[in-house]
Protein backbone atom coordinates (compact mmCIF):
# COMPACT_ATOMS: atom_id res chain seq x y z
CA UNK A 1 0.00 0.00 0.00
CA UNK A 2 1.26 3.60 -0.98
CA UNK A 3 1.58 5.43 1.21
CA UNK A 4 1.07 2.28 3.85
CA UNK A 5 3.61 1.38 6.38
CA UNK A 6 4.43 -2.33 6.66
CA UNK A 7 3.97 -3.04 9.95
CA UNK A 8 0.23 -1.51 10.22
CA UNK A 9 -0.19 -3.51 6.79
CA UNK A 10 0.66 -7.09 7.77
CA UNK A 11 4.21 -6.85 7.39
CA UNK A 12 6.60 -7.56 10.66
CA UNK A 13 5.97 -5.94 13.98
CA UNK A 14 5.88 -2.13 14.73
CA UNK A 15 9.14 -1.83 17.34
CA UNK A 16 9.05 1.08 20.11
CA UNK A 17 12.39 2.20 21.00
CA UNK A 18 12.84 5.51 23.03
CA UNK A 19 17.20 5.50 23.03
CA UNK A 20 19.02 2.49 21.82
CA UNK A 21 19.05 1.24 18.06
CA UNK A 22 16.28 -0.83 17.08
CA UNK A 23 18.68 -3.52 15.77
CA UNK A 24 20.51 -3.94 18.98
CA UNK A 25 19.33 -7.39 20.15
CA UNK A 26 20.09 -8.26 16.19
CA UNK A 27 24.02 -7.10 16.03
CA UNK A 28 26.18 -4.70 17.17
CA UNK A 29 25.86 -1.42 17.05
CA UNK A 30 29.13 -0.55 14.48
CA UNK A 31 28.49 2.59 12.22
CA UNK A 32 28.21 2.29 9.62
CA UNK A 33 27.87 -1.06 9.31
CA UNK A 34 24.32 -2.36 8.55
CA UNK A 35 23.50 -6.15 9.19
CA UNK A 36 21.22 -8.32 6.95
CA UNK A 37 19.98 -10.32 10.26
CA UNK A 38 16.05 -9.07 10.43
CA UNK A 39 16.75 -6.09 8.26
CA UNK A 40 13.95 -6.69 5.57
CA UNK A 41 14.04 -5.17 2.43
CA UNK A 42 10.14 -4.24 0.68
CA UNK A 43 9.74 -4.19 -3.17
CA UNK A 44 7.11 -2.17 -4.90
CA UNK A 45 6.30 -2.86 -8.64
CA UNK A 46 3.68 -1.16 -10.15
CA UNK A 47 2.70 -0.64 -14.10
CA UNK A 48 1.67 3.19 -15.44
CA UNK A 49 0.02 4.60 -18.55
CA UNK A 50 2.21 7.19 -19.11
CA UNK A 51 0.12 10.12 -21.50
CA UNK A 52 2.16 10.70 -25.01
CA UNK A 53 1.74 14.41 -24.36
CA UNK A 54 4.08 14.28 -21.65
CA UNK A 55 6.62 13.50 -24.47
CA UNK A 56 9.34 16.69 -24.43
CA UNK A 57 8.32 17.06 -21.18
CA UNK A 58 10.94 17.05 -18.10
CA UNK A 59 9.36 13.32 -16.19
CA UNK A 60 10.25 13.55 -12.78
CA UNK A 61 9.17 11.07 -9.72
CA UNK A 62 7.99 12.25 -6.11
CA UNK A 63 8.16 9.97 -3.19
CA UNK A 64 7.08 11.77 -0.48
CA UNK A 65 8.75 10.14 2.38
CA UNK A 66 10.54 6.53 2.38
CA UNK A 67 11.72 4.59 5.31
CA UNK A 68 14.94 4.09 5.72
CA UNK A 69 16.11 4.36 2.83
CA UNK A 70 14.94 3.73 -1.19
CA UNK A 71 16.32 2.57 -4.67
CA UNK A 72 14.20 3.61 -7.81
CA UNK A 73 14.02 1.62 -11.04
CA UNK A 74 12.02 2.72 -14.54
CA UNK A 75 11.79 0.15 -16.68
CA UNK A 76 14.45 -1.69 -15.74
CA UNK A 77 17.29 1.04 -15.61
CA UNK A 78 18.22 1.93 -12.19
CA UNK A 79 17.06 5.72 -11.80
CA UNK A 80 18.29 6.75 -8.37
CA UNK A 81 18.71 6.27 -4.50
CA UNK A 82 18.02 8.33 -1.30
CA UNK A 83 18.54 8.29 2.57
CA UNK A 84 16.80 10.65 4.79
CA UNK A 85 13.47 9.23 6.09
CA UNK A 86 11.50 12.14 6.99
CA UNK A 87 12.20 14.19 3.28
CA UNK A 88 11.10 14.01 -0.48
CA UNK A 89 13.35 12.34 -2.59
CA UNK A 90 12.88 13.39 -6.46
CA UNK A 91 14.30 11.85 -9.76
CA UNK A 92 13.99 13.25 -13.03
CA UNK A 93 13.49 10.07 -15.36
CA UNK A 94 12.99 11.65 -18.03
CA UNK A 95 15.22 9.10 -20.31
CA UNK A 96 13.84 5.99 -19.19
CA UNK A 97 9.72 7.02 -19.47
CA UNK A 98 8.23 5.69 -22.64
CA UNK A 99 5.80 8.41 -23.21
CA UNK A 100 2.40 6.87 -24.92
CA UNK A 101 2.92 3.77 -23.16
CA UNK A 102 2.99 1.06 -20.24
CA UNK A 103 5.91 2.06 -18.01
CA UNK A 104 7.14 -0.19 -15.28
CA UNK A 105 8.42 1.24 -12.08
CA UNK A 106 9.78 -0.72 -9.14
CA UNK A 107 11.16 0.43 -6.12
CA UNK A 108 13.07 -1.30 -2.75
CA UNK A 109 13.06 -0.02 0.60
CA UNK A 110 15.20 -1.46 3.72
CA UNK A 111 14.55 -1.59 6.96
CA UNK A 112 17.94 -0.26 8.21
CA UNK A 113 20.75 1.26 6.03
CA UNK A 114 23.63 3.11 7.19
CA UNK A 115 21.26 6.68 7.44
CA UNK A 116 19.65 4.91 10.09
CA UNK A 117 22.05 5.73 12.35
CA UNK A 118 21.04 8.95 12.70
CA UNK A 119 17.50 8.45 13.23
CA UNK A 120 17.48 7.12 16.64
CA UNK A 121 14.47 9.38 17.38
CA UNK A 122 12.38 8.32 20.57
CA UNK A 123 8.95 7.07 19.24
CA UNK A 124 7.65 4.10 17.15
CA UNK A 125 10.30 2.80 13.98
CA UNK A 126 7.91 1.64 10.94
CA UNK A 127 9.00 1.17 7.49
CA UNK A 128 7.16 1.86 3.75
CA UNK A 129 6.57 5.04 2.42
CA UNK A 130 4.92 7.51 4.51
CA UNK A 131 3.33 10.27 2.61
CA UNK A 132 2.32 10.67 -1.12
CA UNK A 133 4.02 8.92 -4.07
CA UNK A 134 3.51 10.03 -7.82
CA UNK A 135 4.92 11.53 -11.59
CA UNK A 136 4.64 14.68 -13.17
CA UNK A 137 5.45 16.55 -16.03
CA UNK A 138 6.69 19.65 -16.33
CA UNK A 139 8.03 21.90 -19.80
CA UNK A 140 12.21 21.70 -19.84
CA UNK A 141 11.78 25.64 -19.36
CA UNK A 142 10.84 26.14 -16.13
CA UNK A 143 11.31 27.60 -12.65
CA UNK A 144 13.47 25.24 -9.95
CA UNK A 145 13.05 27.42 -7.17
CA UNK A 146 11.55 30.50 -5.54
CA UNK A 147 12.84 31.81 -2.19
CA UNK A 148 10.51 34.90 -0.84
CA UNK A 149 11.75 36.62 2.05
CA UNK A 150 9.40 38.95 4.52
CA UNK A 151 10.17 41.94 5.78
CA UNK A 152 8.60 45.47 7.78
CA UNK A 153 9.71 48.66 7.50
CA UNK A 154 8.97 52.00 8.64
CA UNK A 155 8.15 51.01 12.70
CA UNK A 156 6.55 47.96 11.27
CA UNK A 157 3.78 49.28 9.18
CA UNK A 158 4.76 48.74 5.28
CA UNK A 159 6.02 45.67 3.84
CA UNK A 160 8.24 44.04 1.55
CA UNK A 161 8.88 41.21 -0.37
CA UNK A 162 12.25 39.86 -2.07
CA UNK A 163 11.96 37.46 -4.23
CA UNK A 164 15.00 35.32 -5.60
CA UNK A 165 14.01 32.51 -8.64
CA UNK A 166 16.40 30.28 -9.88
CA UNK A 167 15.36 28.73 -13.16
CA UNK A 168 16.54 26.08 -15.63
CA UNK A 169 16.74 26.76 -19.34
CA UNK A 170 15.03 30.16 -19.12
CA UNK A 171 17.77 32.13 -20.47
CA UNK A 172 15.89 35.20 -22.21
CA UNK A 173 12.64 34.40 -20.41
CA UNK A 174 10.10 36.47 -18.67
CA UNK A 175 8.85 36.32 -15.49
CA UNK A 176 5.87 38.09 -13.50
CA UNK A 177 5.22 38.91 -9.90
CA UNK A 178 1.69 39.31 -9.08
CA UNK A 179 0.46 40.11 -5.53
CA UNK A 180 -3.32 39.06 -4.07
CA UNK A 181 -4.66 40.44 -1.00
CA UNK A 182 -5.93 37.95 1.48
CA UNK A 183 -9.49 39.16 0.29
CA UNK A 184 -8.78 38.19 -4.23
CA UNK A 185 -7.34 42.18 -5.13
CA UNK A 186 -4.38 42.41 -7.15
CA UNK A 187 -2.04 44.79 -5.34
CA UNK A 188 1.18 44.56 -7.30
CA UNK A 189 2.50 43.54 -10.34
CA UNK A 190 6.26 43.44 -11.48
CA UNK A 191 8.33 41.77 -14.72
CA UNK A 192 11.79 40.71 -15.12
CA UNK A 193 14.22 38.90 -17.75
CA UNK A 194 15.84 35.97 -16.55
CA UNK A 195 19.72 36.75 -16.72
CA UNK A 196 21.94 33.27 -16.08
CA UNK A 197 18.79 31.33 -15.15
CA UNK A 198 18.07 33.86 -12.56
CA UNK A 199 16.15 36.75 -11.50
CA UNK A 200 15.34 38.80 -8.68
CA UNK A 201 12.39 41.52 -7.85
CA UNK A 202 11.47 43.63 -4.89
CA UNK A 203 7.89 44.37 -4.28
CA UNK A 204 6.51 46.67 -1.83
CA UNK A 205 3.41 47.34 -0.19
CA UNK A 206 2.14 50.06 2.43
CA UNK A 207 0.11 48.66 5.86
CA UNK A 208 -0.10 45.07 4.51
CA UNK A 209 -2.34 43.23 7.12
CA UNK A 210 0.38 41.48 9.24
CA UNK A 211 0.63 37.59 10.01
CA UNK A 212 1.37 36.59 13.70
CA UNK A 213 -0.28 33.63 14.86
CA UNK A 214 -3.33 35.70 15.99
CA UNK A 215 -3.86 37.56 13.11
CA UNK A 216 -2.72 34.57 10.30
CA UNK A 217 -3.35 37.06 7.11
CA UNK A 218 -1.79 35.97 4.11
CA UNK A 219 -1.35 37.43 0.88
CA UNK A 220 -0.60 35.51 -2.65
CA UNK A 221 2.30 35.60 -4.63
CA UNK A 222 1.67 34.06 -8.32
CA UNK A 223 5.18 33.33 -10.08
CA UNK A 224 4.23 33.17 -14.47
CA UNK A 225 6.84 32.39 -16.69
CA UNK A 226 6.79 33.14 -19.82
CA UNK A 227 8.25 32.93 -22.92
CA UNK A 228 7.50 33.79 -26.65
CA UNK A 229 3.87 35.33 -25.49
CA UNK A 230 3.39 31.57 -24.39
CA UNK A 231 2.61 30.65 -19.95
CA UNK A 232 4.85 27.83 -19.07
CA UNK A 233 4.37 27.62 -15.65
CA UNK A 234 2.11 29.62 -12.89
CA UNK A 235 3.15 28.77 -9.76
CA UNK A 236 1.44 30.23 -6.10
CA UNK A 237 2.72 30.69 -2.90
CA UNK A 238 1.13 31.78 0.22
CA UNK A 239 2.94 34.83 1.85
CA UNK A 240 2.74 36.77 4.95
CA UNK A 241 4.37 40.12 6.26
CA UNK A 242 5.89 39.44 9.32
CA UNK A 243 9.32 40.35 10.83
CA UNK A 244 11.02 37.95 13.67
CA UNK A 245 13.79 39.09 15.98
CA UNK A 246 15.41 38.91 19.16
CA UNK A 247 16.21 41.94 21.54
CA UNK A 248 17.08 42.06 24.55
CA UNK A 249 17.22 38.31 24.91
CA UNK A 250 13.28 38.59 23.79
CA UNK A 251 11.46 37.18 21.05
CA UNK A 252 9.75 39.67 19.00
CA UNK A 253 7.38 39.63 15.90
CA UNK A 254 6.53 42.92 14.48
CA UNK A 255 8.20 44.28 17.69
CA UNK A 256 6.07 42.97 19.91
CA UNK A 257 7.32 40.49 22.66
CA UNK A 258 6.20 37.08 21.83
CA UNK A 259 5.19 34.57 24.46
CA UNK A 260 5.89 30.80 23.26
CA UNK A 261 2.96 28.44 24.54
CA UNK A 262 4.66 25.31 22.49
CA UNK A 263 3.96 21.51 22.17
CA UNK A 264 6.33 18.76 20.81
CA UNK A 265 4.13 17.07 18.40
CA UNK A 266 5.37 13.12 16.64
CA UNK A 267 4.00 12.80 13.18
CA UNK A 268 1.99 9.78 14.15
CA UNK A 269 -1.58 8.62 13.28
CA UNK A 270 -3.20 6.43 15.39
CA UNK A 271 -4.21 4.20 12.62
CA UNK A 272 -1.62 4.93 9.83
CA UNK A 273 1.30 5.02 11.93
CA UNK A 274 3.66 7.53 9.86
CA UNK A 275 0.75 8.42 7.34
CA UNK A 276 -0.91 10.76 8.84
CA UNK A 277 -4.03 13.11 6.63
CA UNK A 278 -4.82 16.20 6.23
CA UNK A 279 -8.08 16.20 8.30
CA UNK A 280 -5.89 14.56 11.18
CA UNK A 281 -2.98 17.48 10.62
CA UNK A 282 -6.39 19.60 10.94
CA UNK A 283 -7.95 18.63 13.56
CA UNK A 284 -4.58 18.41 15.87
CA UNK A 285 -4.69 22.29 15.05
CA UNK A 286 -7.47 23.18 16.52
CA UNK A 287 -6.77 20.78 19.70
CA UNK A 288 -3.73 23.17 19.82
CA UNK A 289 -5.77 26.54 19.10
CA UNK A 290 -8.33 25.19 22.30
CA UNK A 291 -5.78 24.98 24.39
CA UNK A 292 -3.95 27.83 23.75
CA UNK A 293 -0.90 26.84 22.37
CA UNK A 294 0.70 28.53 19.72
CA UNK A 295 3.72 27.19 18.96
CA UNK A 296 4.96 23.50 17.56
CA UNK A 297 8.06 21.75 17.60
CA UNK A 298 8.94 18.84 14.60
CA UNK A 299 10.42 16.68 16.89
CA UNK A 300 12.30 15.33 15.46
CA UNK A 301 12.52 15.41 12.11
CA UNK A 302 10.73 17.94 8.97
CA UNK A 303 7.08 16.80 8.77
CA UNK A 304 4.66 16.85 5.90
CA UNK A 305 5.17 20.04 3.77
CA UNK A 306 1.41 20.38 4.15
CA UNK A 307 1.97 20.71 7.51
CA UNK A 308 3.65 24.09 7.76
CA UNK A 309 0.87 25.18 5.24
CA UNK A 310 -1.66 24.95 7.75
CA UNK A 311 0.82 26.63 10.61
CA UNK A 312 0.62 29.26 8.25
CA UNK A 313 -3.10 29.46 7.25
CA UNK A 314 -4.52 28.56 11.17
CA UNK A 315 -1.78 30.69 12.62
CA UNK A 316 1.33 28.32 14.54
CA UNK A 317 4.46 29.59 15.08
CA UNK A 318 7.43 26.57 14.18
CA UNK A 319 10.51 25.21 15.76
CA UNK A 320 11.57 22.83 12.53
CA UNK A 321 13.82 19.91 13.31
CA UNK A 322 16.25 18.31 10.95
CA UNK A 323 16.10 14.60 10.97
CA UNK A 324 19.18 13.52 13.04
CA UNK A 325 19.27 11.89 16.15
CA UNK A 326 22.10 9.36 17.03
CA UNK A 327 20.93 8.91 20.80
CA UNK A 328 21.67 5.41 20.55
CA UNK A 329 25.66 6.24 20.10
CA UNK A 330 25.36 8.60 23.62
CA UNK A 331 26.66 12.10 23.41
CA UNK A 332 30.51 11.89 24.62
CA UNK A 333 33.12 10.69 21.90
CA UNK A 334 30.95 8.15 20.13
CA UNK A 335 28.81 10.48 19.04
CA UNK A 336 28.22 10.77 14.88
CA UNK A 337 28.24 14.38 15.41
CA UNK A 338 32.46 13.76 16.10
CA UNK A 339 32.11 10.84 13.53
CA UNK A 340 33.98 12.20 10.59
CA UNK A 341 32.42 9.59 8.22
CA UNK A 342 28.79 11.32 8.97
CA UNK A 343 30.23 14.87 8.66
CA UNK A 344 28.16 15.00 5.30
CA UNK A 345 25.14 13.45 6.27
CA UNK A 346 24.66 16.19 8.99
CA UNK A 347 25.09 19.04 6.87
CA UNK A 348 22.68 17.51 3.97
CA UNK A 349 20.34 16.94 6.73
CA UNK A 350 19.98 20.23 7.92
CA UNK A 351 20.02 21.48 4.27
CA UNK A 352 16.73 19.30 3.66
CA UNK A 353 15.13 21.05 6.65
CA UNK A 354 15.25 24.35 5.05
Known amino acids: KVPGMWELNGFGEPIYVNNQYAWRNDWPTEPPTVHE ?27 GSATSNIMVYVNGQYAGYSEDAKVACEFDVTKFIKPGQKNLIAMQIMRWCDGSYLEDQDFWRLCGIAREAYLYARPMTHVSDIFIKPDLTANYQDGNLNVKVTTENAEGAQLEFTLVSPDGKQLAQKAVK ?3 DKAEVKLSLKKPLKWTAETPNLYRLFTTLIRGGLTLEVIPQ ?12 QLLVNGKPVLIKGV ?15 EQMVNDIKLMKQLNVNADRTCHYPNDPRWYDLCDKYGIYITAEANIESHGMGYKEKTLAKNAAYHDAHIERNQHNV
Open 264 to 278: DRHELDPDGGYCVSV
Open 37 to 63: LNNHVGSYRQTFDIPAEWDGNQIVIHI
Open 194 to 196: VAD
Open 238 to 249: NVGFRKVEIKNA
